[in-house]
Every structure is written in structure tokens, then in C-alpha cells.
């Protein structure tokens, strides 16, 4: 194949470094478009700011208070971006970028030490060319380095076990500790999290290896050692320096997040098994195939096959159980999905298998509801006044009231798609399946970048933008920011709130009804607005926004 010429010896470089050309393409290009997202992206990008105007870069926090729902590393990275860049979103979304062209890389090379380098570009493909997996390299949540250190883990224990087969050469004890330091890592971005399901996938191998001892005692050791030392060296500094609380917080909030809906966000059991087939389309539907598909002859994929088949199903149950549903808690997926999407499209393409009408039927079902949604919601837009009419949420109908100014040319995000797909089903059709392949992929790709830079600053005018405004008008004066009703971290981002000198400032009691020595502002929703302002005569209703009403306290004089 052509492939394999580019990616001769003479060449080795050459695929590397365009897909770091690539990457920087995808994913460096629009990351201050939109402002931060509550909550998530403003809350990790808050404790960020606070490390900084703080300079206490080992305590988490949020509101100048301990933070104890998430270790600190990620955190550091997007510090030490905002840093360089200065305080911004581009800063806090940065790291997340950098993971994803750090990602084509790793994929290719794992892909190519497994099969061959068609098998790495086709993983890489139908990662980058996925919905949900690459617009996560455009946020700034924890996840995409948290799920890079995870799955970094599991390759090199998959490496330690092909070692044990002769199915790969290597070194035992460079592979343990290696599996160790990112599973380490992992815990050190999110939380023990990372242990547990690295833990239960090598307990399921353990059984379906017939009880076979998959590590040696001295291993097991060493591999405990490594990641004790690195992945509790901060939960032994917070306890060295008196923060036992914040470590003991941060262990409550781990359990209760498994048995109970956090913040109102449950749902439905199978409601991952959704996320994964609409979010992760179109590879979605080749990981099917995919996971039906045997790699007969090849001992390298099939053993890969094997623990990659556990973890997809150990991560998708596992937060199938848990009663908190974030859309991105079943993200760790996307490397088993997609991994299972390249071996579909390698053996198509090499003509292992044969396609199956199933497939065009639901690429064209799913792929289509997808581009039509997207080319219509500008539509949608422009006739936002009579769609309201329909709702009965009043937040959400003043929600609506925001000036946004749709056109038709908003739509080609969806056109981008539609015409994707049906140019991929018609190559498909006439046997040209290497075409209908880079169409259908690319399509997706290309159509989530326009979506981003055309429909996701719009979207956030109806959503938060008029809040964000308030609080940005806010900063750089000596004031208190605070919500009334409702959970935000945007009111200390984008205020730019400096570290506090009196802790009452942070009870909302006495920021309404206390001796204030400056002046205090508020925003709540208009669906508990009036209830805020009873007793509470000083507070001056500034004015009202897209759902918003704003509110000035001013200090009493002597």
C-alpha cells in the first residue's frame, strides 16, 4: 500500500511529524472563542487562578477555600499555561490541546508496534474523526489527561503480559513501572477512580486467564511502590501540612458520587450506551462491527482485542451504576471504541471482512438525524420567538430573549456532514471503501470544527453569556461578587475575585443582611429572584437579562 511507502525507514519521520502539522490544526485554533463553560471548565480553571493569585500551589481551592473533589495535576498544567499565556480560556484550554496532538502520536505508535502503520493511522482516524473524542481536546475539563494516563497504564500492563507470551519483547520492569507511573498519574489528575478500574479489568483478565498468575509477587510490589510514591505524594503533603480535612473530604466525595446523583445529574441506566453511540459516531458503529470481528492470526490484536474489550465494558457498566451520569464520565470508552473502529475499517479494507448493510442502514440513520439537527438549529434560531411559545420553563423562555443573529450560512456545519455521509455511502456502495472511509471520517471532523467556531458562541448567548457580562464588568474593582439561588464558579473567574481578606465574605447571609464595607453584587435566576430579595430592603435590582436579574447592596454609611 501507498502507506507503507510514505512510512518507509527513509521516511519515519515524516507521518509523526504531520500528524503533529495535524493536530495543531484541529485542535489549537478557537480555544478562547467561547468563554469558559460553567461548571466544569470555570471550576478547574478557578482553582487554576486561585493557585496563582494565591501563590500556594499545593492547596486546591475554590473561593480561596479547599477544593477537595479533584487532585491537583492537571490543575498545575493549566497554571503553568496561564502563566505563560496569561488568564484566559485559551490558557485553560490549552493543556487539553497539546493532549490531543500528544494522542495521534501515542495512537500511531501503539497502532504500529501492534499491527502495522495502516492499522495506526486508521486508529488515529477514527479518534480524531469521532464526535465527542475530538471535541474534548477543545474543552477544559480534567478528562482527556486523565483518560491519556489511564489508557498509557493499561497499554504497558498489555505490553508486560504480551512480554510474558513472547508475543513482544521488552523489559519486564521498565513495563510494570511504566503501567504504574501513569496509573499513578491518572490518580493524581482525578482521583482513585483510575486504580479501581485498572484493578477490576486485571481481576476480570485473572479469571478469563483461568486463574493464571498475571504478575509476580515482586512485580505486584514494585508496582505498588511506584504508584504509592507517586501517586500519594500530594495526599501525604496535604496531610504533612495539616489539610488531613481536604484529603478525608475528598474521599467522602468519591464514594458519594457512586451512590448518589451529584448536583441533580442522574439518568437512566443505559444512558452511556446512548452517549457512546451518538457521541462517538461514526466510529461508534465500526467498534460493532469491530467487537464482532475475530483477529485470527494475529496473537498481537487478539490479546489487545481482549483487554480492550474488558475495559470498554468495566468503565461502560461501571458508570452505568454509578448514579451521578456526566457525559463525559463513560469518555475512557472512546480508546476501546475507537480501537475496535480501526480494526473493522483494516480488515474492510483489506477485505478480512466484508460490509454489512446494517452498518450503511445506521450510519445513514444516525449520521443523518445528527447533520439535520445541526444544519437546522440555525434555522431554528431564526424563529427562536415561536419556538418559545412552546416552552414553559420561564427561565428558559428569557433564556430565548437573547439577541442572537442567526443565518442561513449557520447550517453548514450540518451540510458539511450530510454531504459527508452520503458521498461515504455512495463510495461504499460502489466498492470504493478506502473513499467512502476518508469521506465519512473527515466529514465529521471538519463538521465539528465549523460547529465549534460558528454554533458554540451562539449557543452561549442564549445560555450564560448575559451572567458572564455582569461578572466581567465587575472586575478589577474592590467589590463582593456572589449568586443567589443558584451554583456558579463564573462569578470568581470572571471577576477576577482576589484572595479574601475577611472569611465572611463568603456567607451570603452576611453579604445580605451583615455591615458590608464595600459594595456587594449578585446575580440569580429570574425563577427565584423575587424570593431572594424578600428581607433584604437595600438590595437594588440593577436590571434583568436573558433570565438573569442583577443586584447592587451597598454599604450602609457612619
Not at 461548571?39 to 477555600?65: G, P, Q, S
Not at 505524594?233 to 495539616?242: M, S, V
Not at 478506502?434 to 465519512?440: A, E
Not at 484572595?499 to 429570574?526: E, H, M, Q
Amino acid at each position: 500500500m501507498a502507506i507503507e511507502s510514505i512510512g518507509s525507514e527513509k521516511n519515519k519521520f515524516l507521518i509523526p511529524f504531520l500528524l503533529v502539522i495535524a493536530g495543531a490544526l484541529m485542535f489549537l485554533p478557537f480555544l478562547g472563542k467561547t468563554h469558559l463553560f460553567d461548571w466544569d471548565e470555570i471550576n478547574f480553571a478557578e482553582c487554576a487562578r486561585e493557585m496563582i493569585m494565591a501563590k500556594n500551589y499545593f492547596l486546591v481551592t475554590i473561593d480561596y477555600k479547599p477544593f477537595w473533589e479533584k487532585p491537583p495535576l492537571f490543575i498545575w498544567m493549566q497554571a503553568l499555561s496561564m502563566k505563560a499565556l496569561g488568564i484566559g480560556e485559551y490558557a485553560a484550554r490549552l493543556p487539553n490541546a497539546l493532549c490531543g496532538i500528544a494522542l495521534l502520536l501515542i495512537l500511531f505508535r501503539i497502532g504500529t508496534i501492534l499491527k502495522d502503520k495502516l492499522f495506526g493511522l486508521l486508529w488515529v482516524l477514527a479518534y480524531a474523526g469521532s464526535l465527542l473524542p475530538h471535541l474534548y481536546f477543545k474543552s477544559g475539563i480534567i478528562d482527556p489527561w486523565f483518560n491519556l494516563f489511564i489508557f498509557l497504564g493499561f497499554y504497558f500492563f498489555i505490553r508486560y503480559q504480551m512480554l510474558n507470551k513472547g508475543l513482544l519483547p521488552g523489559k519486564s520492569n521498565n513495563l510494570i513501572i511504566l503501567s504504574a507511573l501513569f496509573i499513578a498519574l491518572a490518580l493524581m489528575t482525578k482521583g482513585p477512580v483510575a486504580f479501581l478500574v485498572f484493578l477490576l479489568c486485571a481481576f476480570i483478565y485473572w479469571l478469563i486467564e483461568k486463574r493464571r498468575a498475571i504478575i509476580s509477587l515482586p512485580k505486584a510490589l514494585l508496582y505498588l511502590l511506584v504508584l504509592a510514591i507517586i501517586g500519594g505524594t500530594w495526599f501525604g503533603i496535604e496531610i504533612l501540612t495539616g489539610h488531613w480535612d481536604t484529603v478525608k473530604e475528598f474521599v467522602i466525595y468519591q464514594v458519594r458520587l457512586f451512590k448518589t446523583e451529584d448536583s441533580g445529574q442522574g439518568g437512566p441506566f443505559y444512558y452511556h450506551f446512548v452517549v457512546l453511540l451518538i457521541g462517538c459516531f461514526p466510529a461508534s458503529i465500526f467498534a460493532i462491527r469491530g467487537m464482532m470481528t475475530k483477529t485470527i492470526g494475529d496473537a498481537k490484536l487478539t490479546e489487545t482485542s481482549r483487554w480492550m474489550s474488558i475495559l470498554f465494558w468495566v468503565v461502560l457498566i461501571l458508570f452505568s451504576i454509578v448514579k451521578t451520569k456526566i457525559i463525559h464520565y463513560s469518555s475512557l470508552c472512546y480508546y476501546p471504541l475507537t480501537y475496535f473502529a480501526a480494526v473493522a475499517i483494516y480488515q474492510l479494507l483489506t477485505g478480512a471482512i466484508t460490509w454489512k448493510k446494517w452498518m450503511g442502514w445506521s450510519l445513514g440513520i444516525i449520521g443523518g438525524a445528527l447533520g439535520f439537527a445541526l444544519a437546522v438549529f440555525p434555522i431554528a434560531g431564526m424563529h427562536i420567538q415561536s419556538i418559545s411559545a412552546l416552552v414553559k420553563d420561564p427561565f428558559a423562555v428569557a433564556n430565548m430573549q437573547a439577541i442572537v443573529n442567526w443565518s442561513y450560512f449557520d447550517s453548514i456545519a450540518g451540510m458539511c456532514l450530510l454531504i459527508g455521509l452520503i458521498s461515504a455511502l455512495v463510495f461504499i456502495r460502489r466498492k470504493n471503501m478506502r473513499m467512502g472511509i476518508v469521506f465519512l471520517f473527515m466529514s465529521a471532523l471538519i463538521s465539528t470544527n465549523i460547529a465549534i467556531a460558528t454554533l458554540a458562541p451562539k449557543i452561549e448567548l442564549y445560555s450564560q453569556n448575559s451572567a458572564l457580562e455582569f461578572f466581567e464588568s465587575l472586575k478589577g474593582k474592590d467589590v463582593y461578587v456572589s449568586t443567589l439561588g443558584y451554583k456558579s464558579y463564573a462569578q470568581y473567574f470572571y471577576s477576577g475575585m482576589q484572595p479574601w481578606k475577611d472569611i465572611r465574605c463568603t456567607d451570603n447571609n452576611w453579604l445580605l443582611t451583615g455591615d458590608i464595607d464595600k459594595p456587594a453584587y449578585f446575580s440569580a435566576k429570574i425563577t427565584s429572584a423575587e424570593d431572594q430579595k424578600k428581607g433584604v430592603p437595600d438590595l437594588k435590582e440593577l436590571y434583568r437579562k436573558n433570565g438573569f436579574v442583577f443586584f447592587e447592596r451597598l454599604p450602609k454609611p457612619h
